[in-house]
């Protein structure tokens, strides 16, 4: 499984093994740090993110197409250096257009702020 499968499959377990324990995830708004935070950010980008298909790969970035309520964007999901164990210990990840990437942040935004 891939990271960006794991990431709109909303795979938990998934992201736990493939992620180091200090993971940085620099997302369009801020950067985050350490495994339980990223994790949690990266399930509920899962959840606001629709229909991921990839359409092009290099080695350690990924360029994909998906929907944001219904509205198309192109995502470059980037997998930094890997810790000493293999794990994933930085990721980058940019959406584009500006507007499609502002109604993802306010989803992000009442998402996280619902109790979990």
Known sequence: MTLLEAISGRQRDALVSMLSEDVVFHSPVQTYRGREQVIHLLMTIGGVIDGVRVTREL?????????????????????????EGGEIAEITLMIRPLAQLQAAVAMMARALAEPG
């Open 59 to 83: 080695d350690g970035v990924t360029f994909f197409a998906a929907e944001v309520e219904e509205h198309p964007v192109d995502g470059v999901l980037v997998e930094g250096d890997a810790a």
